[in-house]
């Protein structure tokens, strides 16, 4: 074990105790992301008892909203670093400050996104070619859902806020709150009101801004405390932008990776559609965990480069990226084991399972290399390098796309479509990315920034 730095910063973990204290901001971490998918569960649950007309609008509205929300997720990993390295340099008021700057900006973008979403949503759902009564219940619920992205903007930037100061049970809290009043609210407005779709879209919306609401009084709290400014700040603002403008490139290169991916599966037909639908819902749940490791990894090593502790930072990159990496070998396990079973929890069907299966244990294999690259990525996000992982993302497509368009084009189709299609995916993407992530982090570069 790496014997402690001679001047570590106040309360910096070491051995055991740098494991406690991955394990006290990851467990709550993970709570608040599964809430997450859990609002679109309860939704789709509610919603889906109104028939299967609106059911068919909410995927569609569900897949826009997403993938905005999605893009602006950045706002959670830019605002993290830049607060946990001034409270790590004891600098708590400016850290504060500069989070709330965060939040400004997240209110500004998601105005913006709400008043020009609202204006579109006629002509983005006519996109989608549906029938006239599914596309009704799109409009309906995606014309009152934009006036909630303000609200998960600012819960993103606000988490990254608490996440820099170390604090991941609030917004544990926060998101365990948000999730039963929204699934109250809903019931409510849908089966109370006889709103239908439209009360499913208020009850998440009012949901959302209760959960800004009771951020805004933690945080107004914790700034009155320390000393810090509410309002915004011009250089705040703009060093806010300016990383978060490079994480959302770095985000649109994922979609694009996502997306090219699901273009090439549709090609191969309907039943490997299906399969990937699958081998990707439980990469994405597998997700959840490792991303809990990164954020803890994210808050640790901004922290860490705030008091200018390196020994420490490389003892937090090298501890989380070995639990990224022994976590993976567990799930990856678990997949393997249960590979044959899975497509038929899934579809009750045999055949479908068969088909699936190999391309199943492809992302089983893959584990270990997943749960090192999420590690990876939220070290360099603590770090704020994140024009470098812009142009990483960007560098990590040019072997994929490649790999996708030879299995796109191979006549390959069924169970070794799906093999393949999972090998460019679980394999030449992750490792492009593994190797990418890796020659950053063998150097000290990335701690300069």
Not at 48 to 71: D, E, F, N, R, Y
Not at 90 to 110: E, Y
Not at 231 to 237: K, N, P, S, T, V
Request: proline share 4%; hydrophobic share 55%; net charge positive.
């Amino acid at each position: 074990m790496p014997s402690p730095s001679a001047t570590p910063a106040p309360g910096a973990p070491s051995g055991l105790t740098l494991n406690r204290e991955i394990l006290r901001l990851a467990v709550p971490a993970l709570g608040a992301l599964v809430a997450e998918p859990l609002f679109l569960i309860v939704d789709a649950a509610l919603v889906g008892h109104l028939g299967t007309t609106p059911l068919a609008g909410l995927g569609i509205a569900s897949a826009v909203l997403q993938t905005i929300v999605g893009l602006m997720v950045f706002l959670a990993y830019s605002t993290t670093p830049a607060v946990a390295r001034r409270f790590g340099a004891g600098k708590t008021g400016d850290a504060i400050s500069v989070g709330i700057d965060g939040m400004w900006l997240a209110l500004g973008l998601g105005a913006v996104l709400a008043a020009t979403g609202a204006v579109a949503t006629p002509a983005i759902v006519a996109l989608f070619g549906a029938t006239d009564a599914v596309a009704f219940e799109a409009r309906t619920y995606l014309m009152i859902s934009m006036w909630g992205l303000p609200a998960m903007l600012i819960v993103f930037a606000a988490t990254g806020l608490l996440r820099g100061l170390q604090d991941t049970v609030t917004p544990l809290w926060i998101a365990g709150a948000g999730f039963a009043a929204n699934a109250l609210l809903n019931w409510v407005f849908i089966y109370g009101f006889g709103w239908g779709i439209a009360g499913s879209a208020f009850g998440t919306v009012t949901a959302q801004w209760g959960m800004v609401a009771a951020y805004a009084v933690v945080i107004r709290r914790l700034a009155r405390r320390h000393g810090a400014s509410l309002r915004a700040q011009r250089e705040g603002l703009r060093s806010s932008a300016r990383s978060g403008g490079w994480l959302f490139l770095r985000t649109v290169s994922l979609r694009v990776a996502l997306l090219a991916t699901v273009v090439v599966a549709t090609g191969l037909g309907t039943e490997e559609l299906a399969g990937w639908q699958i081998a990707f819902t439980i990469f994405s749940t597998a997700a959840f965990a490792l991303d809990a490791l990164a954020i803890a990894a994210q808050a640790l090593i901004g922290k860490s480069l705030g008091a200018d502790d390196r020994p420490q930072v490389r003892r937090v990159l090298q501890r989380t990226v070995a639990w990224g990496g022994w976590f993976g070998v567990i799930v990856g396990g678990i997949i393997a084991a249960l590979s044959g079973v899975i497509g038929i929890i899934f579809t009750g069907d045999a055949e479908i399972a068969a088909l699936v299966q190999p391309a199943l244990l492809v992302l089983a294999v893959a584990q270990p290399i997943a749960g090192v690259v999420f590690v990876l990525d939220g070290v360099l996000m603590g770090a704020d390098d994140a024009r470098y992982l812009a142009i990483a993302g960007v560098l990590n497509l040019v072997p994929f796309l490649p790999a996708l368009w030879l299995v796109s084009t191979s006549g390959v189709t069924g169970s070794w479509g799906l093999l393949w299609l999972a090998v460019a995916f679980f394999g030449v993407y992750l490792l492009a990315r593994l190797g990418t992530l890796g020659w950053r982090v063998r150097t000290d570069t990335w701690m300069h920034h």
